[in-house]
């Protein structure tokens, strides 16, 4: 079935460090493919998003390009803040399914001024 | 506007306790999803409705777990008995669409329940 998987964390870093998150994913067809973040005490929330190949969605400095040749969906921050620290959730949604969000096991980020 | 709201934030029972939890999506958002998001996991959904229906509930173990949404506003769903394994974090999202296209999912904070 589909599936994401995204490295672990905690992912540490001092402040304006650049930032990447791995997310590679499985799918058949041509799924659309999402982060999401939640910061402590809160819901999860959409940051960006990618529905199809070679898109590149944005927000709030981050970034993150749909690569289909290597079913891909790294998280880039060029200069984080310490109020970027959260956890970051990689997902998608198959194309026979799109309600249906599959979720990656989430990775930590601590940036420390 | 008001998110989606959730209660309790937090719940502790023994096993075998029967427990609730509640949901008030945002208004006018016809689509409401239960996920379950165990410690160190991402969420898993549960259950999807569309104004009053449960249109995807193949993921709610339905020896315990129940929902409703009557009306097709507010939702609760149930677990009874509940097991030491039911321990997560219960999250309810809306949207304003179904199927076919992506609407985003608004999700509410939450509500983590300890089974001791």
């Known amino acids: 079935g589909d599936s994401v998987t995204q490295m672990e964390g905690p992912v540490t870093l001092s402040e304006e460090a650049f930032l990447t998150i791995n997310c590679t994913y499985t799918?058949?067809?041509?799924?659309?493919l999402f982060w999401y973040v939640q910061y402590p005490g809160e819901g999860l929330q959409l940051l960006l998003k990618a529905t199809k190949a070679d898109d590149k969605g944005s927000n709030k400095g981050f970034e993150a390009t749909y690569r289909k040749e290597t079913t891909s969906f790294h998280l880039e921050k060029g200069s984080v803040q310490v109020s970027d620290s959260a956890v970051y959730f990689c997902a998608l949604s198959s194309s026979y399914n799109t309600d249906k969000l599959i979720f990656g096991t989430g990775t930590r980020l601590q940036v420390f001024p | 506007e008001a998110g989606v709201v959730q209660s309790p934030r937090y719940k502790i029972i023994e096993k075998k306790q029967p427990v609730a939890f509640w949901c008030n999506p945002i208004?006018?958002?016809?689509?409401l999803y239960w996920y379950r998001q165990n410690l160190g996991q991402g969420p898993e959904l549960l259950i999807r409705y569309e104004n009053e229906e449960a249109v995807d509930d193949s993921q709610l173990p339905k020896d315990r777990f129940s929902a409703e949404r009557l009306k097709g506003v507010d939702s609760t769903l149930k677990i009874q008995p509940a097991e030491l394994g039911d321990s997560a974090v219960y999250l309810c999202?809306?949207?304003?669409?179904?199927?076919?296209?992506?609407?985003?999912?608004?999700f509410g904070p939450g509500t983590r329940l300890t089974v001791t």
């Open positions: 799918a058949t067809g041509y799924p659309s």
């Open positions: 208004s006018g958002h016809n689509t």
């Open positions: 999202a809306s949207s304003s669409q179904g199927q076919g296209i992506f609407y985003e999912q608004y």
